[in-house]
């Protein structure tokens, strides 16, 4: 096969990567090592930035989006039995919306298949050959059989435990990583969301989060030990534990039931760096990751892809290479703001194990400090909804 952009990984960041690309007339094929159905059933982010937003809409792809989402104009932040709202729109004039990442990936894939566009599933074996050189090839089992694609570029949308970012040599590659000592707790309801903002809270219990998809369905997390293990924890004592750690009126007015899904993810913050290795390039995941409580992995990866686009299209529609050779530079700079917020909203609202006595009294003068100063909100606000492209 011969192509001009190998998109390996068939999440939302490859398919939209491929999306916006056939419109500028730019073939793509997408390899992805599962099923899409196995694709399509993975729970993640729900938090859409102002620039992943515009983003679908420029692809295309945004109908059902703008028509279900919900338009979410603040958040709020709970302490012990106090909670305040950060205003977004008051503050800056903007919001975020709530569409969860599986339905955002499912209108990818229908966009994908109304177009004829090519993905291909259940690869194995991927190798992407030649990355440094100006003819690139990937090589891929397929049904048994050995398949290998010619292309111009290579897009490196696989993730974390992809084959993309270990093609670049160590010799070239730096990694940074942070792990943190504990871990969510997570489960999805079939319940109506207890406030019609997110709530994030901080208590002398552990992190707590109260998040939604939609009018019926829930999203809610607890702090939990990395030891801990799903079969831990039974639905009752998942509901009596949320409940201590959010506010009086907030527990008094939750709606509890079945969990429909319950998995537990470790905390950690991770920067690869390059982002480019001659014609492959990182987006997402395969790049970096951030603790989900500020709400930036999946709207990280859309930056990444926003910068990726904007390089190929320059390159296949001008033959200038600036936006690909800068493509690395202009994506880490945004990585590592996205990473320091995450960072410092994670320090700012869990318990650690090692927090002395001063640390505490540090952190509940942080959490007033954003409660009563509006430079303080601003800030937030700022990075929350999304920084600029």
Not at 183 to 208: C, K, M, Q
Request: net charge negative; hydrophobic share 35%.
């Amino acid at each position: 096969m011969r192509t001009q952009v190998v998109i390996i990984g068939g999440g939302p960041s490859g398919l939209l990567l491929g999306q916006l690309l056939h419109r500028k007339g730019i073939e793509t094929v997408i390899l992805e090592r599962k099923t899409r159905d196995y694709v399509l059933a993975r729970i993640r982010a729900g938090i859409l930035e102002t620039g992943l937003v515009n983003m679908m809409r420029e692809a295309g792809v945004s109908e059902r989006m703008d028509r279900e989402c919900f338009v979410h104009h603040g958040t709020c932040i709970s302490y012990e039995n106090e909670m305040f709202d950060i205003d977004f729109h008051k503050l800056i004039g903007q919001n975020v919306i709530v569409y969860g990442q599986t339905e955002l990936t499912h209108d990818l894939y229908d966009a994908r298949d109304a177009v004829g566009a090519r993905t291909i599933f259940e690869v194995e074996d991927v190798q992407i050959c030649d990355a440094d050189r100006d003819a690139p090839y990937v090589t891929f089992n397929s049904g048994g059989v050995e398949q290998r694609i010619d292309c111009d570029f290579v897009a490196g949308c696989d993730g974390f435990h992809g084959v993309s970012r270990t093609t670049i040599p160590d010799t070239v590659r730096k990694d940074y990583e942070k792990v943190f000592p504990f871990g969510w707790l997570g489960i999805l309801s079939e319940t109506p969301p207890v406030h019609d903002e997110l709530i994030y809270a901080n208590s002398d219990r552990g992190f707590a989060l109260c998040s939604m998809r939609n009018e019926n369905l829930s999203r809610y997390y607890v702090q939990c030990a990395l030891t801990d293990k799903v079969e831990d924890w039974s639905d009752e004592d998942f509901w009596d534990e949320l409940k201590r750690r959010v506010p009086e009126a907030i527990a008094d007015k939750l709606v509890t039931g079945p969990s429909i899904e319950k998995s537990i993810a470790p905390l950690r913050s991770f920067v690869s760096e390059p982002m480019r290795w001659g014609r492959l390039f990182l987006c997402g995941d395969a790049a970096h990751i951030v603790p989900p409580t500020g709400a930036k992995g999946l709207n990280t990866a859309a930056s990444d892809v926003h910068y990726l686009y904007e390089a190929l299209v320059q390159y296949f529609q001008d033959n200038e290479t600036h936006g690909i050779d800068h493509y690395s530079q202009k994506a880490l700079a945004r990585v590592w703001k996205a990473e320091r917020f995450s960072w410092a909203t994670t320090n700012l609202l869990h318990r650690f194990p090692d927090q002395s006595e001063f640390d505490l009294k540090m952190q509940r003068a942080e959490i007033e400090s954003l409660h009563y100063n509006e430079v303080a909100q601003k800030w937030f606000a700022q990075n929350y909804v999304g920084l600029p492209y």
